[in-house]
């Protein structure tokens, strides 16, 4: 029984060592992500049973997905194995001032992208659970993804779960206009939304002279309680100011900043998604900030998409305690 | 102008070192491999100039794959960068007695695999060549890929370029009756064929007591003029023996056999294919078989697909020279 | 609820790459292992659900520990955290003829090493479960988890789950005579038995022509229902024969031989106990001794103590299909 | 047919992973690299046909050296396999602030310094080229090779194509009275120079207030019409601003300046020729400039001698596009 | 004949790559390290006869660790391989802002810190040398340990070889009030102190205005002769101003400062040291702050503890030389 | 003061990694080695004090050497750096049948091929020792390596040390005439002699039914009182026989033989060297053989040049004790 369940794609991630590029790869590093796996996790290490829940192909790529999906701490009782599709896999280049990181997607027909509503139980599924975690990804894999979030949204509030979703939109994946129309019909089921200006304003034409008026935007346009967002000043690739933002009933709140010397960014806005429900699960929505951009802060110190933090440096990293090595 | 050309696939492969299986990887080495690729660079490691056909997407894993065609000797002159399908991947797990090496194919919807008639100029690419060789998988791939192989032949045998088919039957790529009736209309136009006895029953129901029955029955079923076969002994996966044999006219020729440490196996019988062409270019089918067989056996030695010999090894292997450092 | 309960220790295992001595090593790599985590993972790679159960370090290392026995799908729900006590460790350098390869314990006060009676909830444990297995090397670790063990077994008698025992005596944990005392007491708990004839000769002189005559000797003295052997012809680090004999009820079964290229050996007993174990759960002897010859042989060919395998693998190597790639 | 042909030594490059120290190590990375060969890799990467000529041991190090050439796009048509002489070495550790990053050349006797006038076909090699590069080493390394230096420029003025020269002056080859007399002949049939105004001052006495008096210095000098050098903040080893500055005509033009993350500096200056002579092929000074910087700059971010960078990045990066993730 | 001689314990380090956490490794890379045996390196390395004294255990690691001693140029004459207690490790995370790297010991038992009085020769290990230097973390070990030193320190000065002790107060080892006092039996007869305020007062309740106040007061209270601190600013963890301060005869100096970029800054204060004696040895306080600060700047460039520099990049250092790569 | 001294040539030696050829290469392994390094180290691993006498670049390579010859336990006391000649370097590519292993020497103009009579103070160097040895490589390097070998002969011989020599004929350093000419005149200062049965004929014309007619020649032509041979057995490259043959007094002994897999077999006839020298040292002929081929046998089983092997394994492989791994 689970306090959180999320649900969508995780994917084989390939990225040569050393800054290289792909071009001149001779070997490639296995790391495994997804958005809403990345947040399940970062939910685990905090000591929270969570369920992520998925489709695999029923191959060594899948097997191995699941087994690290246990490995961090994830439960994936709920995963099925199919016949049809296969694993998404993404190459990853890690990149340096002024050569940005790089990503290729190789994803198209995976088996969670064959997902059709009526395949997975969610009454089973979010019986005794508080919270639903989804992002904007898994509505644009497929439109029957897209129906089954929908039917996992509705099933959620049926149970009494609140919904979290991070809007995320993936250019790569679909169109703007597709993409509004669809989260348009999803947001007015959702509690706590995760969304940028650029996003806001991108999909749905909503602007603001700063967060607050953005967030009351979102908010009086989809009936969201809660839009949280992220704030990263990133000069380079290898550093990063990062601090995340919440609006609520009509008030703003803002967490510390974090200075951040990046190995890895892939991830932090997930790992963020798990220190806000963190804190919305028996908090408000200042805990849920404050957890959230700790984790996400220090998610870019540990390669991999996945947040191998523990709790007791997230919060040491809260209370500020020093880069000095315990001895 | 090269001696010859081929056509077919190259895909990205991933194998985890140290004989783990995939559940297990942390990493993967990366090579490049494909049937008709392998040989070209086998051809190209002889001196021969050689050009490589085929299509792959526009994206950094097709320029991996054209660099290290170019790296290893081969041209890359008529490869076409093309906006639709993937590239195609393979992953490899290296076994040991008694569990055998295994592949996992991701290669649906490649590139090649979406080619269609009259996008290749193949006089242009024939011009001034004499041998044109082709596997058994390029036809697997889709229709539209066996009908591209049906017209490259017919363009080969107006410009006077003898055709080399390897067989090469893939389970997991088509059905056999789909495959015996497809190679049924290619087989008829070529002159040297490779075929395993298991193939030739499997797909024609063509059998015989010993090779040269077998082969008997392709040159009078189909017409092709020369036959092939590998022959291996292999009680263990990292020892074999190894020779070739050919038949011609009614006669039948045997290579020495070689004794063999297991490196890596892929892409032997591709390099086997290689040195018959060369012998073929200037000599006789003996030639082939004994160049074939030095390059089939040295080939198990080399990491990765391509066979990275010289000729002067292949010569030395092929009088017996033995296993010393020169010094 | 478990199918199978096994109990013991699991060390982080260092080890040189590329057959370097450890003098030589700049680096190590690291896995884990442990008997009896061994054999539930076999279990569990056969489909069982299993509960390996333990005492660990509360730091990273016992956590990296948890983490992979979850990854391979063995719970860890009753594994306890400890203050007191450290990680065992072993380092191991891989040998080549005629230098044998060998292991470096580095273990004394793990955590496990200082479990008390009454630390367990035995009867949680036990329920719904069929087998309980152990090592003779638990009981060795030191006296107070020799008594654990003891209670243990008097738990899954009382709780009608019956005991396996892999004998496995490590002279360097404990002496010949100190063992022979512990083991005595608990052998007569246990139904299967697995054991060496040099273990039956040097712990408790049970001497006799052949196997069947040893293992009649342990029936009468310990009065265990089955004793199961393993079969190994090494002339050399690199390459074995293997098998595995058993006897039960006056009669003796032998599984087929197989022919191996190592890769690694340790664990290959622990498989071969999981073999036999998921053998017993719904069959007979025989079936255990099929089921573990084939684990024992494949877990050879895997790096690391845990047997990566497949249940299709070893039906299929059971059946005796050969050594080729599958494409 | 190439726009351009660029002739100097190359060498393997052998450099510790890590950080290490060479005396640490215990492997070494391989790269490629000689001044004149990336510079033509840079021109490759942007598509034009390029041309490298030099002279290899006829053995697997020249073999490696070829092949590579070959896999970044460049010809080597031209490169000759010569029976005396060696494959130069270099050995690279990389440092980090306070400690230099460092060198240590194994390059005397390489078969390029052996080269003699008459050995290279300049006629057929210049055929339908528009400019000739060539770096202040190659004459450096012996008076054959800057004898043959100076015929090649001959040859190139000859056949109507420009010259472009990188001043580089490099104290471990030669000293500066001599390095002065041998560039004070060639430099008169220079069209564009790169060159630092600490190497115009060392070598020739030519100093200035500012870049434009020393460039206005060599163009009166020499008769050079162009002469551009490299802006260069550096006050660590990881971090850098960069930029270039040109003149001719009596004009001095800048590019934009970039904040470079450092994975790899050596090449950048080869990188930046590369840009230069792409502007000044169809363009004029400015478009070189701009070029240039773009991609000195992003050859930081690249491991490796060769600027594996890609015509999209180089403009993206000239439009001051940002640091963000595609996706 | 050694110039300085040094007593304590060196560890195996084991730090798994790439930023990895531990939970997250496959492999760790293995270096050596420990106080004493750093600055005896730091010595070495500026071509001083040192001996590392110390008590290893009698098998492959405690093999490994003196031939690594003898690697570096240290004599390993005077250590004892003994039948008890076992090898020193310890784990390394390299860390990232906002996350600290961090360092789980497996220390206790070690064979050194199963040390007695009256196991070394201590007559014999002095003959001929100035210094003698150790760290707190020696009598941090054990009691045993304690009065070894206690008993090295007596026979030094008979000897009349000067005492150099780093403070370097590990609360991982023992507590407060337990290491004033045997630190406070110690001191009195060292003659060069290196200590943090932190330590000064957190030991000893010493505290001041500034580093002058504070040495002033460990003069004062234990008769030392001159104190030596380090200064550190470090808002990052791959990023530090470092420098060098000292107090004696009522004078304060100070080294130059150093921009530190950091791989790895194990060691530095232990390299410091090195420095410090260096100038003891035949100049006086100031130079050893300015070998001191320039040593323990360059080790922070340097993977593993060992203080790989050479002489000649610290003097280059210690005129300010630049960041160019010398060619 | 020694038991042994060596002079000779040490070099990098770069591999590639898992069985690449060089131009396959991305990285290369390096370790160092040297004929008569490799039989110092052999006896040093056998606790014997030995001197490794040589000349070596004054550079980071030479260091790196240096280094190692301490870390493996043999002295470097009388190793001269030199500010002429570079480092010997050797190249090496591992193969599998029918591919040989293969070297590429690139060990031209080394430091020590320039050495000159009186560089070394042999007086001084032979003081106390028992035994010199040398190989037939180090005259090859040079007419003044040859005369200095001359020179330390006779240098011995004065101070009542006797002369090992290991023949070891390179046809890549020099031609088989001149090399009898050389050799011969160093052999009659020789008291024990490794000689293979080809090189006594293809030298010296020395030819026999069997190994004792062949030794018996050596002895009547030159004067040598013992002659040494290997007998190998090697029908591939990763399993050999191995055993040790000699003569002396007219009486003919051999080993016992070895079944060996072979990691790398570099320096296996150098251990046998060093086991012959211990033998003798205090034994007679039998005693060496009987070490020496254990050594030779073990060294197979070693990564890189050096024996890092323990007296300890190679007295258990002289007592037949198995394969086992002790636990």
Known sequence: MADVVTFGEAMVRLAPPNFQRLEQ??????????????????????GHPVEWVSRLPNNPLGALITNRVREVGVSDRFVQFADDGRCGLYFLEFGASPRASSILYDRKDSSVSLAQCGMFDWE???????????????PALSPG?????????????DAGVKVCMDLNYRSKLWGCEHAAEVLGILLP???ALIASEADAEHLFGITGADFAEVAAGLVSRFGVKTVVGTRREAPLVWRNRFAAVGYTD???????????????????????????????????????????????????????????????????AMQGQGLRIKR
Do not use: C
């Not at 001779?26 to 399940?40: C, H, K, P, V, Y």
């Not at 089973?124 to 898994?138: D, L, N, Q, Y």
């Not at 993804?145 to 509030?157: G, I, K, S, T, Y």
């Open 25 to 46: 790869a001779r070997s490639l590093d296995l790391e495994i992500g997804g958005a809403e796996l990345n947040t399940a996790a970062g939910l685990a290490r905090l």
């Open 124 to 138: 089973a599924i979010f019986r005794g659970a508080k919270w639903f975690h989804v992002s904007g990804i898994t």
């Open 250 to 316: 009509g008030r703003t709140y803002e967490s510390a900043w974090y200075e951040v010397e990046i190995v890895d960014r892939l991830g932090a806005g997930d790992a963020l998604a798990a220190g806000l429900i963190h804190g919305l699960l028996d908090g408000d929505l200042k805990k849920g900030l404050d957890y959230g951009a700790a984790m996400g802060a220090l998610k870019h110190t540990l390669p991999g998409d996945l947040p191998w933090l523990t709790k007791d440096e997230v919060e040491a």
């Open 145 to 157: 993804a897209a129906e089954v979030v929908d039917e996992a949204m509705h099933a959620a509030r």
């Open 189 to 191: 089921q959702v509690d």
